[in-house]
């Protein structure tokens, strides 16, 4: 038991402890990232084994050849796999096994480099062959430790299967320069452990420092909820899925009715309060799966996703009755009533169209008397587009002499007589006709 203990903390001290499921497929996306370095890596040790075996006249070097051609084929042949395929940074169990894929061929090269130092250094010690070995041999170590130092297990994972079979064969074979490597190479192989472990540390550190700075980034620091940019990129990207997959997404804004009372008779700290207990309560109406996110002082929204249009009426209902029980606050009880407006997409609806509607929606349920909930229909548009286009002619009615008045007697019942008159005004409008007043005066 101690020793499962010991192994598991020895393994998870190399650098398994990683903290997050995206920094682990960025480290293993990294370790496919350098197809150039590999492939001449394997060129480079077939031209040095095929020199030894040209040098030495020892047939053994052809399977050192074989070894080193096979292992390089599967490297460069798992790389152009991997680029091949698309990969999401959430499947864990694939980042795993593509990990353990690059882990096999790099220790496999490693322990080929290690046991062809090995041999040479058994069968011809003191030969230029050796010589031009060991210069390799070790040039791979140093080599190696650097180019992974990010990934502890990695680097010292090859390291340790080149360096031990090369330095037994060194001490196999006793002389001053042997001994001196070996004990160069134990020395070595101790700072590469300590250096490649406090690089990744760094570099851990400083994701999960950014991580931190980017959920700063994305919430609001008085609820907690999503803050508005963050909320709008999550729904650009759920609106480019659905116009593939067809699901349904809605869009629900919601408005506190009368909040502006409670800010200024209680104050602000007690008004924070309540936005806090209000997101709770948003948080507490939705699925896990929807997102709730504070856009401004009292407006709050709500993205379904993946629904029907009956569970989006439930939910919709439920935030807004969320709000029929007073918000405590102290000694005092507060009345925040809830305006709630909502529209829903179909695949090709666009951002802006959707944030429109529901707006538009929220616009009229507080037309119609506050605490109300209003779906978006095409005809709120069209009374929408109407008013603004109403709008913007009446600034040139004036001028361009569109408005008329009219007399209305009043006659007195008793003598029938006329005593005075009221005055109307009519609008002549160019396109529409005669505009009532009960459209424009509104306005």
């Known amino acids: 038991m101690q020793h499962a203990t010991a192994k598991a903390a020895v393994i998870e001290w190399l650098d398994l402890a990683i903290p997050d499921q995206q920094l682990h497929f960025e480290l293993v996306q990294a370790l496919y990232g350098t197809p150039k370095s590999i492939l001449g890596a394997t ?18 070097y052809g399977w050192f050849f074989a070894g080193f051609l096979l292992v390089g084929a599967v490297r460069n042949g798992l790389i152009v796999l991997r680029r091949a395929r698309q990969h999401s940074a959430d499947d864990s169990a694939a980042t795993i096994r593509w990990e353990r894929r690059a882990l096999a061929g790099a220790w496999a090269f490693a322990l080929l480099v290690g046991v062809a130092g090995a041999y040479t250094v058994i069968a011809h010690p003191g030969a230029d062959a050796e010589l031009l070995v060991n210069c390799c041999v070790m040039g791979y170590i140093a080599g ?24 037994l064969a060194l001490l196999a074979r006793p002389n001053v320069v042997h001994v001196v490597l070996a004990v160069f190479l134990a020395v070595l192989f101790i700072s590469i452990v300590m250096i490649c472990r406090a690089v990744f540390e760094n570099i851990v550190s400083r994701h999960t420092a950014f991580r931190k700075i980017e959920l700063i980034a994305q919430r609001d620091p008085l609820t907690d909820l999503l803050n508005r940019s963050a909320f709008i990129d999550l729904l650009q990207s759920r609106l480019e899925s659905i ?67 009956d569970e989006i009426h439930a939910v919709t209902r439920r935030i807004f009755t969320s709000f029929s029980d007073p918000i405590k606050v102290g000694m005092t009880r507060h009345f925040c009533g809830a305006s709630v407006g909502y529209a829903i997409a179909q695949g090709g609806t666009t951002l802006d169209v959707l944030f429109r509607n529901a707006d538009l929606a929220l616009y009229e349920a507080k037309q119609a008397g506050r605490a109300q909930i209003v ?69």
């Not at 060129?43 to 053994?60: E, H, N, P, R, S």
Request: with cysteine.
């Open 43 to 60: 060129v480079a040790a077939l031209g040095i084994i095929a020199i030894t075996a040209f040098m030495t006249g020892d047939y053994a």
């Open 144 to 167: 190696i430790s650097s180019r992974n130092a990010s990934r502890p297990i990695i680097s010292i994972g090859q390291v340790s299967l080149t360096a031990i079979p090369f330095a």
């Open 243 to 309: 116009a593939k997959t067809g699901e349904t997404v809605a869009l629900v804004l919601i408005d506190l009715d009368r909040f502006k009372d409670v800010n200024d008779t209680f104050g602000h700290q007690t008004g924070d309060v309540v936005l806090k207990k209000v997101g709770d309560r948003i948080r507490s109406a939705v699925r896990p799966r929807d997102e709730v996110a504070r856009i401004g002082g009292d407006e709050f929204i709500v993205m379904l996703s993946d629904t029907s249009e």
């Open 375 to 443: 779906r978006h229909t095409a005809g709120i548009t069209e009374r929408y587009d109407r008013r603004i286009e109403l709008e913007h002619d009446l600034q040139h009615a004036l001028q361009n002499d569109e408005f008329e008045l009219v007399y209305q007697p009043i006659v007195d019942p008793r003598s029938r007589r006329a005593i005075c008159c009221e005055a109307l005004l009519r609008w002549n409008h160019p396109k529409r006709g005669q505009i009532s007043p009960v459209e424009f005066i509104p306005i």
